[in-house]
Nanobody, 119 residues
Framework: QVQLVESGGGLVQAGGSLRLTCAAS????????MGWYRQAPGKQRELVAA???????NYEDSVKGRFTIFRGNAKGTVYLQMNSLKPEDTAVYYC?????????????WGQGTQVTVSS
């Protein structure tokens, strides 16, 4: 199993920046990809960005050019650098990790961190 802990959320003015950090523990060598989802009040949870162990990335259209996902030097660490933040980026952000158990992929979730962007 993989456990995830996020940090770095907070309150920022529009146009500002934040960096979210996610640290995995447990079976980190089984991780094949890590990502960030977000959920705003009254909306469905959506994928923001993801990165595979091979380095491939993908982004939700509204964050392209503003957000960057990258892996840390320590295995199982991933960051989300968020620049030019907008009020519509306000949400709870969740870190995820996909891990391969030999028969199937399991997605683990962190507890979430609140990001609030004021106008």
């Amino acid at each position: 199993q993989v456990q995830l802990v996020e940090s770095g959320g907070g309150l920022v003015q529009a146009g500002g920046s934040l960096r979210l950090t996610c640290a995995a523990s447990g079976s980190i060598f089984s991780i094949t990809a890590m990502g960030w989802y977000r959920q705003a009040p009254g909306k469905q949870r959506e994928l923001v960005a993801a990165v595979t162990t091979g380095g491939s990335t993908n982004y939700e259209d509204s964050v392209k050019g503003r957000f960057t996902i990258f892996r840390g030097n320590a295995k199982g660490t991933v960051y989300l650098q968020m620049n030019s933040l907008k009020p519509e980026d306000t949400a709870v952000y969740y870190c995820t990790a996909d891990s391969w158990g030999g028969l199937a992929t399991t997605k683990s979730w962190g507890q979430g961190t609140q990001v609030t962007v004021s106008s």
